[in-house]
């Protein structure tokens, strides 16, 4: 992430999108010609991995760029993508693996990576603002000053210095990384979940496909919606409450494990899901200037990222512990909604914190407008007149 945010800023987003693309295609074309496991943390994991982030993050950067009235809905259109391979990249994997085997399927997979090259080359370079763009050097330099100058540039790009600054981007980073603990635990756990309790294979996998699927639709009406106006500056709370939701409906999945209560889950779960997606980089605009979101996305992404790896495995453990599935959604719901009520109630007092602060610095500015000024008690007639006043007009 934060490297991203480094070749952002140097390079822009156009260049740095067609570098994730080609990273991702020779890290997946890379894997057709391993012959172990730890080859394929190499190619598989690290280098489509690392093009991967490149490409996405640069590309949702490029998009608060590119709008500004219709920002919220082209984040969600954007998001749309995710939904679209979530329901038909397993498919399309499986089809592969059975008819060409592992090795032609990474190749294949190299192939429609590489296709992140042609999305960025046709990407249209934004142009920088003259205050933005990187000043010459000074000739003479102080003893010690290039040390702080290099701390300056790591804070500047690894985002610290917003994180300490900034309190809604510092909530709002903390809740989301929160989140990721239990955020993708039904996603991992829901087939093996379905299975275990006698539905057939096929009907299991079916799940996935139907969330991604209604989430193709969802997310962009999100996206309209929390576009307008009345929802300027308050569309983390739609967040926290899309989250809410999120947490509340894994509580669905213990009532019952029948085929036709997964499917109603899946259906709340999916409209959920498309307020989460629709909105977790939209509003991440809106707390953070544009000028440093690339940064702030970086310290971001490394943050949920390291939940996002911990929170699936932990669950697993206690799920072999207890040999109860129903610890996966207790632990999702906890933490999904957990961070729901953080994020909102934090926003909230934070708004009202701001409210009277700003009432303070007005009476400090104004003083006489809250003080009660002395009324004369004389007759109007025996008041002394202000002197007149001749207007001279030239014609």
Request: with cysteine.
């Amino acid at each position: 992430g934060p490297l991203c945010s480094i070749l952002v800023k140097r390079f822009g987003c156009r260049f740095v999108v067609m570098l994730g693309g080609l990273l991702s295609g020779l890290g997946m074309v890379s894997s057709s010609f391993c012959k172990s496991i730890s080859q394929l943390y190499l190619t598989a994991s690290l280098i489509t991995g690392l093009g991967s982030c490149f490409s996405f993050q640069a590309g949702v950067t490029a998009l608060g760029y590119y709008f500004v009235r219709w920002q919220t809905l082209a984040n969600a259109v954007a998001s749309t993508g995710v939904s679209l391979g979530f329901t038909l990249w397993p498919l399309l994997s499986q089809y592969l693996l059975d008819e060409m085997g592992w090795r032609n399927t990474f190749l294949i997979f190299g192939g429609i990576l590489l296709n992140c090259c042609v999305c960025g080359a046709i990407m249209r370079p934004i142009q920088l603002a003259p205050e933005s763009l990187p000043q010459p050097a000074k000739p003479e330099e102080e003893p010690g000053s290039r040390a702080e100058e290099a701390q300056l540039m790591l804070q500047k790009y690894l985002a610290f210095d917003i994180f300490c600054q900034n309190k809604g981007y510092q909530i709002y980073t903390i809740g989301v990384t929160w989140m990721m603990m239990g955020f993708a635990l039904p996603h991992v756990y829901l087939v093996p979940y379905a299975i275990h309790n006698g539905v057939e294979e096929h009907k299991a996998a079916l799940l996935i496909s139907i969330i991604g699927f209604i989430n193709i639709f969802i997310r962009p009406l999100t996206g309209l919606l929390s576009g307008h106006r009345v929802f300027t500056g308050r569309r983390i709370y739609l967040f926290s409450l899309a989250v809410l939701l999120c947490g509340l409906s894994n509580l669905i999945c213990v009532i019952s494990a029948e085929f036709s209560v997964l499917i109603l889950y899946c259906v709340i779960l999916s409209i959920a899901m498309s307020g989460v997606g629709a909105l977790i980089f939209q509003v991440l605009m809106d707390v953070v200037d544009m000028d440093r979101f690339s940064s702030a996305l970086g310290l971001f992404t490394v943050l949920q990222s390291i939940t996002l790896l911990i929170g699936p495995p932990l669950t697993g453990l206690l799920v072999d512990i207890t040999s109860d599935f129903h610890y996966v959604f207790y632990n999702s719901s906890f933490f999904l909604i957990s961070a729901a009520l953080f994020m909102g109630l934090s926003f909230c007092a934070l708004e009202k914190k701001t409210k009277l602060r700003k009432a303070s610095k007005a009476r400090l500015d104004n003083p006489s407008r809250y003080q009660y000024s002395e009324t004369s008690t004389e007759p109007k007639a025996e008041r002394q007149s202000p002197p007149a006043v001749e207007y001279i007009t030239s014609i």
